[in-house]
């Protein structure tokens, strides 16, 4: 029941090329730093990554777009990664863009086997009725286009079906966890984690801080060990080392 490996090196080594990833974290806040970056050292390419964002420019999942080693993103967010839209625009990375909500609820749905469900997002729009560009050529037409979507009623209101997702792998970062992998999340970086790690069919897990079986009371768990395989716990200086997106008070 130990869970604790002893490197982000060794935690990632069996991620092939061609994998698909969850990957916690929203903006840089919360983001599995020290596993992306193992990843990256490790070498995998053409990976298929499920994440709210990509990263940024030179940091996060950022660093491994910016060596063409993404194939393929289901996201929420592009905005702050420059590279993530010129590879996009060019037609070397493939896109799927998903309302905020429903790609949360995607990964929840899949990590509690359930293979699909309604929801209102999204009805009316692209998002249900197809054509949003998955993939452009070099001259920027559209290669590939999001199919339809089945609706369906309820109470009058009409709902869109999408699917749940699991994934081969999910990286995410915790705050603290005992050695059975039960993880407990400080603040904002309780946004995409715990999700992503129930979508993982193998979930690596960074800690700040191991704690031995029983320390943590049942009642301050965010996500049961049960969905964790891997943890890595980080040194003092990988733990302390956050880095702020966008800095919006004064100095």
Same mark, same amino acid.
């Given at each position: ?14 991620i092939?090329d061609?994998?698909?990833? *969850? ?35 030179g940091?996060?999942?950022?660093v ?9 993103? /289901?996201?929420?967010y ?5 590279? %993530?839209a ?8 493939e ?6 909500? /429903? ?5 929840? @749905? ?6 699909a %469900?309604?929801?209102p *997002? ?8 197809g054509?949003?560009p ?5 001259d920027?037409?559209?290669?590939? @286009? ?7 009623? %309820?109470?009058?209101? /009409?709902?869109v ?5 699991t994934?081969? %792998? *999910? ?18 970086? @309780?946004?995409?984690?715990p999700? *992503? ?6 979930t ?20 049961p060990?049960?969905f ?11 733990a ?11 100095a």
């Amino acid at each position: 029941m130990n869970k604790v490996w002893a490197s982000a090196d060794e935690a990632v080594a069996d991620i092939p090329d061609g994998a698909s990833l *969850a990957v916690g974290g929203f903006g840089l806040s919360g983001i599995p730093d020290v596993l992306i970056q193992a990843l990256h050292a490790q070498g995998a390419t053409g990976l298929e990554v499920v994440s709210n964002n990509c990263g940024v420019d030179g940091r996060g999942l950022g660093v491994l777009l910016a060596d063409g080693r993404i194939a393929r993103v /289901t996201g929420s967010y592009v905005g702050e990664n420059k590279e %993530f839209a010129r590879q996009y625009l060019s037609g070397e990375l493939e896109v799927e863009l998903v309302p905020q909500g /429903t790609l949360a609820e995607r990964l929840r @749905a899949g990590g509690a086997g359930i293979p699909a %469900f309604y929801t209102p *997002a999204g009805v009316g729009t692209q998002v249900a009725r197809g054509g949003l560009p998955w993939r452009h050529t070099a001259d920027g037409a559209v290669a590939l @286009a999001s199919p339809p979507k089945e609706t369906r009623d %309820f109470d009058d209101r /009409t709902y869109v079906l999408e699917h749940g997702i699991t994934t081969d %792998f *999910a990286l995410v970062r915790a705050w603290r966890g005992d050695r059975h992998g039960n993880l407990v999340f400080r603040k904002s970086s @309780a946004n995409f984690n715990p999700l *992503a790690a129930m979508a993982g069919r193998i979930t690596v897990a960074e800690v700040e801080e191991v704690v031995e079986p029983g320390e943590l009371s049942p009642d301050e768990i965010h996500l049961p060990g049960i969905f964790v395989q891997r943890l890595v716990v980080l040194t003092p200086a990988q733990a302390a080392d956050k880095q702020i997106e966008k800095r919006t008070v004064r100095a």
